[in-house]
């Protein structure tokens, strides 16, 4: 049984609005199937499950008083306590996730709180085999069966973490620095290319992997004649 001091109490009075909305974003977004998603089935096809088994946390973080560096840091440490959480089996790794709800970030202000910060942690994540995902309502990344579907919406800004599928190769395979790119598919062989010749995901990550490579050895090359010209 949890135990509560009176401020904690306090703080979790002022959380509960923003995790009851979520929840709801969840329950009726998330979990539903969607006219424009291009496929049939829930917008996430995860979430019933995990929905289903607890395997959802929820977390508020108060970031009104917080600098860029202190929201990183922040984040950057869930990626360990996500990690370091029990029971690991291949089962809760598809459902495991972590939400990270941040209600003080005005809209204005998500693409240079909630964006950037995705953008550089993103590799750290990757690199533990996880992915940090970005939600807003100015988030208009397109779905992949639909381009005029926006999956990562949410009313309230949001971090999430979760392990990485093996589907997830479409949102690694187009990192516009090649440099990024290449680190993303070195991250996703080692975690999913177990001799796994048959899989199309493996073979087009490993397609990829080597022409971003090359592209990068040619501009590298390019770049010092130019130098020498």
Same mark, same amino acid.
């Given at each position: 049984?949890?135990?509560?001091?009176?401020?904690?109490?306090?703080?979790?009075?002022?959380?509960?609005?923003?995790?009851?909305?979520?929840?709801?974003?969840?329950? /009726?977004?998330?979990?539903?199937?969607?006219?424009?998603?291009?496929?049939?089935?829930? *917008?996430?096809?995860?979430?019933?499950?995990?929905?289903?088994? $607890?395997?959802?946390?929820?977390? *508020?973080?108060?970031?009104?008083?917080?600098?860029?560096?202190?929201?990183?840091?922040? *984040?950057?440490?869930?990626?360990?306590?996500?990690?370091?959480?029990?029971?690991?089996?291949? @089962?809760?790794?598809?459902?495991?996730?972590?939400?990270?709800?941040?209600?003080?970030?005005?809209?204005?202000?998500?693409?240079?709180?909630?964006?950037?910060?995705?953008?550089?942690?993103? @590799?750290?994540? *990757?690199?533990?085999?996880?992915?940090?995902?970005?939600?807003?309502?100015?988030?208009?990344?397109?779905?992949?069966? /639909?381009?005029?579907?926006?999956?990562?919406?949410?009313?309230?800004?949001?971090?999430?973490?979760?392990?990485?599928? @093996?589907?997830?190769?479409?949102?690694?395979? $187009? !990192?516009?620095?090649?440099?990024?790119?290449?680190?993303?598919?070195?991250?996703?062989?080692?975690?999913?290319?177990?001799? /796994?010749?048959?899989?199309? $995901?493996?073979? /087009?990550?490993?397609?990829?992997?080597?022409? !971003?490579?090359?592209?990068?050895? $040619?501009?590298?090359?390019?770049?010092?004649?130019?130098?020498?010209?």
């Amino acid at each position: 049984m949890p135990l509560y001091t009176p401020s904690e109490i306090d703080r979790f009075q002022e959380d509960l609005p923003y995790l009851i909305e979520i929840q709801q974003w969840i329950k /009726n977004f998330l979990m539903k199937p969607h006219p424009s998603l291009g496929r049939s089935g829930p *917008v996430c096809p995860y979430v019933p499950h995990a929905f289903k088994t $607890n395997s959802i946390q929820l977390g *508020v973080i108060r970031a009104q008083n917080l600098q860029i560096q202190e929201i990183e840091d922040l *984040v950057l440490s869930y990626k360990d306590i996500f990690l370091q959480k029990e029971p690991r089996n291949q @089962e809760n790794e598809f459902t495991q996730t972590i939400l990270l709800i941040f209600p003080d970030i005005n809209l204005e202000d998500t693409s240079r709180l909630i964006d950037s910060v995705q953008q550089k942690l993103k @590799e750290f994540f *990757v690199d533990s085999g996880l992915m940090l995902g970005e939600f807003h309502r100015r988030n208009y990344s397109s779905g992949l069966h /639909n381009s005029n579907f926006y999956p990562l919406q949410s009313p309230i800004p949001i971090l999430a973490i979760r392990f990485m599928v @093996e589907s997830d190769l479409p949102f690694l395979i $187009n !990192a516009e620095k090649l440099e990024l790119r290449i680190k993303y598919l070195q991250a996703y062989l080692r975690h999913f290319d177990k001799g /796994n010749q048959e899989s199309k $995901n493996i073979i /087009n990550a490993r397609h990829a992997l080597e022409l !971003a490579k090359e592209q990068l050895q $040619n501009g590298n090359f390019l770049e010092l004649c130019c130098e020498r010209s």
